[in-house]
């Protein structure tokens, strides 16, 4: 009896622990969506780009085939991102209002900004 008791007392914690996980806060909705997002090189050689971008429940993602988008939005705007297109690779972080939002990045060769709008 009691081990069945301590089963069903676990099993509970973990659905309860999963179902927290599951749970989105509100504030990260904010910033679902699609965003333009600038990209800017203090190296010309390294040359600029505007890419899509979506978010998900905080979650980036890019709906682009060219370029993969992964990364995460904490719900004050703050975000971390790594886009690679090929063997390119750069990773960014900065902060996004509801419409709009500015960071660096940095990649292996080049630096620079970024700047987004959400569409």
Do not use: Y
């Amino acid at each position: 009896m009691r081990r069945s008791r301590n089963a069903v007392f676990f099993a509970t914690r973990i659905l309860f622990f999963l179902g927290m996980l599951a749970v989105t806060p509100a504030t990260a909705a904010t910033f679902d969506g699609e965003w333009n997002v600038r990209i800017a090189s203090t190296n010309t050689a390294c040359g600029g780009a505007t890419v899509q971008i979506g978010i998900n429940n905080g979650q980036v993602a890019s709906p682009n085939g060219m370029m993969t988008a992964s990364g995460r939005v904490a719900d004050d705007g703050g975000i971390n991102v790594t886009v690679s297109s090929g063997v390119k690779r750069a990773i960014g972080s900065g902060h996004l209002t509801a419409t709009s939002g500015s960071g660096t990045r940095r990649g292996t060769m080049c630096t620079g900004t970024w700047t987004a709008q959400r569409i």
